[in-house]
């Protein structure tokens, strides 16, 4: 066990990097520890991510404000690492770096059309009803029926938030700007397709649940969608959540014609693979594939086609990984390479390196994913620390040497205060409306708030 003191700088301020700043706070090392967040808000895809009405992700938000209010992690919002400071700049000031940029960006779908106008990923649509501050503040939705691709919770999300009326909203923390647009949507329709059967979807049984509770929405399964092989019955029987799942598709088929009278509906079809997006100058039509089970699991194109006119597509088929400028980045797996959570160059260690989260990994599991996944890192960045192989490429300094040097490029960098006082505002804006917050989207607005400076006219 080594005795002197480390600085670590840990990048990105989603779960991801505050569950290991936090395991590396409670480590037998004596730690400085700073956050390092491109936005000037912490939380990530917990924010930034999940769709407003879901309260129930306060309680995560919650367990991560506990964690960094302690003071014992220090909070830089509003830094970008690879244009206000290089990764290499910042070995230069700490004996370590852990890379937690997470996965920001939707997984490619190869098929013809996908590039048409009106096509659109999953995660940019999540972004803009998130209110991120790098999105723009307007979405088109001159569609009257729609087209989502892919059976995982953010495909639930994407879909129910489209079938919803925003007058349902109006009690969570969705933005202005938001509410404005879906206000002025046509879409009355909104088709889920999955490749595989009711076995081998990926919504949660909550998630599920929730949909069939949404006001004047009907949910629509066709029969036709259903099958089984004897993998899916293995699955039922082992799976608690599963089963839920399969039983909850299962009342949907058997609802009756004569009691789907809602204005809007989310059909979901299972058995049916994308093969092309219609159209010319924009999106006209899905086509698609009927698909059929192979005992297994998996499953085999049929032959069978099916046009669905729509006239506009999500694909919600995963999240992507962006690069860390300076960093190594396995292209076609959208991660840092890594073993065990240390930096991989070449198939070389690179001292003092380290991912977790999904930029370690890829874009699976969920928050005890994230928390064993972290454990494991930082269980490797102290035994490194404590075979002496941790060390500053430069200075050494930390917090007070980056901090300087970003001064001088006048980095307008936050701190967890300064989102203590966004946050503040945010609550403020959302009481006035007899809600508990409304998000605050714009960026510099969020910076000004957080530094306290003056912006369009105002002193925060």
């Not at 990105?12 to 004596?30: C, H, R, T």
């Not at 960006?105 to 940019?124: H, K, N, R, T």
């Not at 404005?180 to 595989?196: A, C, I, K, P, Q």
């Amino acid at each position: 066990m080594t005795d002197r003191h480390f600085n670590v700088a840990v990048v990105g301020a989603g779960p991801a990097g505050i569950y290991a700043s936090d395991i590396l706070s409670k480590s037998e090392l004596d730690v400085s520890i700073d956050l390092f967040e491109r936005l000037p808000a912490p939380y990530g895809l917990v924010r930034y991510g999940v769709a407003p009405d879901h309260p129930r992700i306060k309680a995560i938000i919650n367990a991560l404000y506990n964690i960094l209010q302690r003071g014992d992690i220090q909070l830089h919002g509003n830094v970008n690492i690879g244009t206000d400071v290089t990764l290499s700049e910042l070995h230069d000031y700490y004996d370590a770096v852990i890379l937690a940029t997470g996965a920001d960006q939707d997984a490619a779908l190869d098929i013809p059309g996908i590039d048409l106008p009106a096509s659109y990923g999953a995660a940019d649509f999540v972004s803009w009803y998130d209110g991120h501050p790098d999105y723009p503040r307007t979405w088109p939705l001159e569609a009257k029926e729609v087209a989502v691709i892919g059976v995982g919770n953010v495909a639930l999300d994407v879909a129910r938030i489209l079938a919803k009326h925003p007058d349902d909203l109006m009690e969570t923390e969705i933005p202005a700007n938001v509410v404005e647009g879906l206000r002025s949507s046509n879409v009355t329709d909104v088709h889920v397709f999955g490749r595989r059967g009711p076995a081998q979807v990926k919504f949660t049984p909550m998630e599920l649940r929730e949909l069939g509770h949404v006001p004047d929405v009907d949910i629509v399964v066709d029969p036709e969608d259903f099958q089984y092989d004897e993998a899916s019955e293995e699955a039922v029987q082992q799976s608690k959540m599963t089963k839920q799942v399969v039983e909850q598709l299962t009342n949907w088929v058997f609802q009756e014609p004569e009691d789907l009278t809602a204005s809007h509906r989310i059909h979901i079809h299972m058995m049916q693979q994308p093969v092309e997006v219609l159209g010319t100058d924009k999106v006209e039509g899905i086509r698609m594939e009927r698909t059929e089970l192979q005992g297994d699991g998996s499953v085999k194109g049929t032959g069978e086609f099916i046009d669905y006119p729509v006239q506009a597509v999500y694909r919600a088929v995963g999240y992507a990984s962006s690069p860390v400028p300076g960093a190594p980045f396995d292209a076609k797996r959208h991660v840092v390479p890594n073993v065990g959570g240390r930096v991989e160059r070449d198939g070389k260690t690179v001292d003092g390196l380290y991912a977790t989260g999904w930029i370690k990994r890829g874009p699976i599991g969920l928050i005890g994913s994230t928390k064993s996944d972290a454990q494991e890192t930082i269980s490797n960045l102290v035994e490194d620390a404590n075979a002496g192989l941790l060390a500053p490429t430069g200075p050494g300094t930390g917090a007070d040497g980056m901090f300087d040097l970003l001064e001088k490029r006048g980095v307008r960098y936050t701190s967890w205060r300064g989102w203590e006082l966004l946050e503040a505002y945010e609550m403020q804006l959302g009481q006035a409306e007899g809600r508990e917050r409304i998000k605050v989207v714009e960026r510099e607005t969020m910076t000004a708030i957080s530094r306290g400076e003056e912006h369009n006219g105002k002193l925060y």
